[in-house]
């Protein structure tokens, strides 16, 4: 996943990366934070 937005949003999706859908099970996440380019205009999490 690559994104970027409010940081509050951010890290929402990053926490529920951890979690995953329903009945998954999630062995890893990985994060590298990178500085902000703009490259989005547009964030939204669907659950």
Known sequence: IVMEGEEDKVKELINW??????SA???????????YRGEFNSF????
């Open 17 to 22: 990366c951890y979690r995953g859908p329903g």
């Open 44 to 47: 939204g999490i669907r659950g």
């Open 25 to 35: 099970i999630v062995e890893k996440v990985d994060i590298e934070w990178e500085k």
